[in-house]
């Protein structure tokens, strides 16, 4: 339950339980964008 020093996060409990798999999730989906947005600028240029 102890998530981190109290007082520190404003977020409820509820929500900061799952935050953690939506901003995984969330950033998983945008360094795959930028991996084939630079693979693709890479492989169309040369």
């Known amino acids: ?6 007082g520190r996060e404003d977020l409820d409990p509820d ?7 939506v901003v ?3 950033w998983v ?3 795959l964008g930028v991996v ?3 693979w693709g600028r ?5």
């Not at 339950?1 to 109290?6: I, K, Y």
């Open 29 to 31: 989906l945008v360094v």
């Open 1 to 6: 339950m102890n998530r981190g020093v109290d």
């Open 15 to 21: 929500d900061s339980i799952d935050m953690p798999s």
């Open 42 to 46: 890479a492989t169309s240029s040369g």
């Open 24 to 26: 995984l999730r969330f």
């Open 36 to 38: 084939f947005w630079f």
